[in-house]
């Protein structure tokens, strides 16, 4: 697959990831009950028409404010604390919220709270809540309190609507966390070889180089690619192709260090960057790589395909920038390819 052909379908990925938020978000919308998420600071970042309508929020200035700065004093403090308590909680938490009308009525609301938190530090994120009037509700037990059997079948039923509430939320809070999961991956990594992409190797990268700037440290840099892979894909097709590039990064996430930063930043292009690595350390590296995919077999269907890989190195130097060490490696690269390829060249 191509470069073009690679960024294409990106974005034709990223395309339908951007659709389905939109759906989410008009599905948030049309929901007839009050909904709302906060940030980590319990700051507003969405309310549906319900409840801006309930509280009179302004929908153009209510982004970035908290609850005292949005809401009616008499009913602040309270929804601020059952926020706390939902946080607190760390799960699906149920309190009783109030509201006045413009008609200057009381309302009460059955409000659902989610937490959500990071799932790699588990630091608390954000808070979602589910709203719903129960005012009727809550008159009619006061007239029911004599007529048991009416009032528990009421419960009942309010029991098994709580329970559809409750999967609802649990739900959309992880087609959310997936959504945000999934365009996380797309953005960094290289999908057929699971690889750091283009851009997710030079910010890597640029972390390295200056950080050799600030502290003398050394640092190696590889570009190499498959020797002779327009043949591949000529002979067996771009399927093979694709198994020759996944074998390859197998073979060099096994002969690099885990200290060492690797990248898909072409159609059959890639390129290592060595930290706290001499021009000498690289290369055994280099030669490592280059020795063992010399001696894979990569099978598709009947055939059994052996292909062999071309490495360019440079070092580090103060007074060169990082594409400048990269144009060092890449011309050692195609003297690598003029004396015959399958080999190690340095600067």
Known sequence: MTMSEELVRLKKENASLMHMIKQFTDLLDSIPDPVFMKDEHLRWIYGNPVILNLYNIDKDNYIGKTED????EEFAESCMESDRKAVAKGGISKSEERARDEDGEIHFYEVFKVPSYD??????????????DITERKEAQEALEEENTKRQENEKKLAELSATLEEKVQTRTQELNE?????????TIDVLTELNNRRAFYEKSLAIDNESR????DYA????????????NDSYGHAAGDKVLQKLALVLKQEARITDVIGRIGGEEFAIICPHTSLEGAQEI???ICNTFSQCVVPFGEEKIRCSVSLGLAEYSSDRSFDEVMARADKALYKAKDSGRNCVVSE
Not at 214 to 217: C, F, K, V
Not at 221 to 232: P, S, T, Y
């Open 69 to 72: 700065q949005l809401l009616p």
């Open 119 to 132: 799932s790699e530090t588990g630091d608390f994120k954000g808070l979602i809540g589910v709203g719903r």
């Open 179 to 187: 959504q945000r999961l999934k365009a996380e991956y797309l953005a």
């Open 214 to 217: 600030r502290y003398s440290n």
């Open 221 to 232: 840099v590889m570009i190499l690619d498959v020797d002779l892979f327009k043949a591949v």
């Open 286 to 288: 280099a030669k490592r």
